[in-house]
């Protein structure tokens, strides 16, 4: 048909000027082509991936609405509303989605992988990494696939299948960063048995046609691997480069960050943190928070081994209710950072907290606690206090170096962009530490703060005042927390299979020299970085 063939042409053309960034003209065709053919379902699915590119998850959402009206049984939509409901932190919608769809209907290899992205996404990771093994069976040699799988396997303490699946990734493509970054992270290497010689010729053959990232990547790998192998001043020379090429590759003005950090304080002060709670009243929550590489971890998975407890993971709700609600109460958008500061001071805190509630579901809901572990939740602490008055509240802590250190050599997928120059780290770990002290002078026995090093040292007695402290009886397996086999999707994913043990404590000594000046400014901002620091 004619009709169908124009369709099908501006389709194309459509498809051609989204894959080169050409946003405005892929928008212009999109709209002609919906206009000309309102029945054409491929088109109003290209018109949800242009405004999805875009950022503009509403009117994606009206597109591909649109295309399963035309095409109800397509599942690459069904998978794509799925995504954009994902995007919207609807995960009930997703997980109904999920739920509905005719899995055995499903014949394509990138269809297989598309829902085992999702399924891991919202927290089905046992039946994501059986669905990434169903597309590399119709895609035996696709590298993406491999990686994917080896991820999920990663998580699932499945260490030994992610291993041979990020060298068959590696076979098929040699320069896959990204898999010799995550390969390098499964376990401690050895003078026997590491990836150094090939990591450094892979830098050396192919530095120059890999992206900044990539080659960050690469370094990344090469300082833990040499660090492993104790060979400290080379390590960090890689780890420098790491750090920064990725500070190259992003557009960030710590300053905003400082200032956003002390408005927090300014705001939410101790009368305002004192006032008669009048928030959502639910005893669900565990919020575990600080800083990254603390050990909030190991927080989570020994609460979590508990059988009232549920971890709900690194959760980004609260921050996202939030949003949602100050945009609802004015639509104008904040001038500044600061600016939205001083408006959620001004939420409706029970319904602020009733909201976040309701945005964990159907996760949550089936224990008497569940845990939200996203640690920079730090910095709503604040609201927290008065929108979910009967919340638990865990700050974990650790010693000022090791944790800058540790912070410092992750390199990490979002967030956390102070973390690349020792200059830009030391000045937020300043505002943050003085940020946490007034949480903890405010709002006293309702903050409970749990220290690193007590932890690996004193497991049973600290162990205790945790269960104590959340209302909890005792139950043994919270010493053997190690031995679950629920997904831990964080930086810690293989650490936190093993028992504790005491080998990171102190690590930055190895350091002292490369770290002086970072502890310098740590230090004459009177932050005690000795042996005895708090």
Request: with cysteine; glycine share 4%; proline share 5%.
């Amino acid at each position: 048909m004619i009709t169908s063939d124009t369709a099908q042409s501006l389709e194309q053309q459509a498809i051609r000027y989204l894959q080169a960034a050409d946003m405005k003209s892929a928008i212009t065709v999109c709209e002609q082509l919906n206009r000309r053919f309102t029945d054409y379902a491929p088109g109003w699915f290209l018109s949800a991936q242009v405004a999805s590119s875009i950022n503009n998850v509403n009117a994606a959402l009206t597109c591909i609405h649109r295309a399963l009206t035309h095409a109800p049984d397509n599942i690459g939509y069904r998978l794509f509303e799925a995504k954009l409901r994902y995007q919207k932190g609807d995960h009930q919608a997703v997980n109904q989605i999920l739920d509905n769809l005719p899995v055995n209907q499903i014949t394509e290899a990138h269809l297989w992988a598309e829902l085992a992205l999702i399924e891991n996404l919202v927290g089905r990771t046992q039946s994501s990494a059986q669905h990434y093994q169903q597309a590399l069976s119709l895609a035996p040699d696709n590298a993406g696939i491999h990686f994917n799988l080896a991820s999920v396997q990663r998580y699932l303490g499945k260490l030994a299948d992610a291993e041979e699946h990020l060298e068959k990734a590696i076979a098929l493509n040699p320069t896959d960063a990204e898999a010799h970054l995550l390969l390098s992270s499964l376990d401690k290497q050895t003078a026997a048995s590491n990836h150094i010689e090939r990591l450094q010729r892979t830098l050396q053959q192919h530095a120059d046609n890999l992206p900044l990232l990539a080659r960050s990547q690469l370094h990344y790998a090469l300082a833990k691997e040499l660090e492993d192998t104790q060979q400290y001043p080379a390590s960090f020379d890689a780890l420098r480069q790491g750090a920064t090429l990725k500070r190259q590759n992003m557009q960030y003005q710590p300053e905003n960050d400082i200032a956003t950090l002390h408005k927090l304080g300014e705001v939410f002060n101790r009368d305002w943190l004192q006032q008669p709670p009048c928030g959502e009243p639910s005893e669900e929550p565990i919020f575990i928070l600080g800083l990254p590489r603390t050990g909030s971890t190991l927080v989570e998975r020994i609460l979590s081994a508990h059988s009232d407890v549920h971890s709900a993971g690194e959760l980004n709700n609260f921050s996202l209710v939030m949003m949602a609600q100050c945009k609802a109460a004015n639509p104008t958008p904040p001038a500044s950072k600061l600016d939205l500061v001083e408006r959620t001071a001004q939420l409706d805190m029970q319904q602020l907290g009733r909201a976040y509630i309701d945005s964990t579901r159907p996760d949550t809901g089936h224990t008497k606690h569940f845990i939200d572990k996203l640690p920079l939740n730090s910095l709503n602490l604040g609201l927290i206090s008065q929108a979910l008055p009967k919340a638990k509240l865990i700050y974990v802590k650790r010693h000022p170096m090791d944790t800058c250190y540790a912070i410092y050599k992750q390199l990490f997928t979002q967030g956390y962009p102070f973390s690349y120059d020792l200059t830009e780290l030391a000045n937020y770990y300043i505002a943050h530490h003085q940020l946490m002290q007034h949480w903890q002078q405010a709002l006293g026995d309702r903050l409970l703060t749990v220290n690193y090093e007590g932890l690996v040292a004193h497991l049973q007695p600290e162990v205790e005042r945790l269960l104590d402290y959340c209302g909890l009886p005792w139950q043994d397996a919270c010493l053997a927390f190690y031995q679950q086999d629920t997904a831990a999707k964080t930086a810690s994913a293989t650490q936190v299979r093993q028992p504790v043990y005491s080998g990171s404590v102190g690590k930055w000594k190895a350091y002292a020299e490369q770290l002086a000046p970072l502890r310098r400014a740590l230090t004459e901002a009177g932050i005690r970085c000795d042996e005895h620091a708090p």
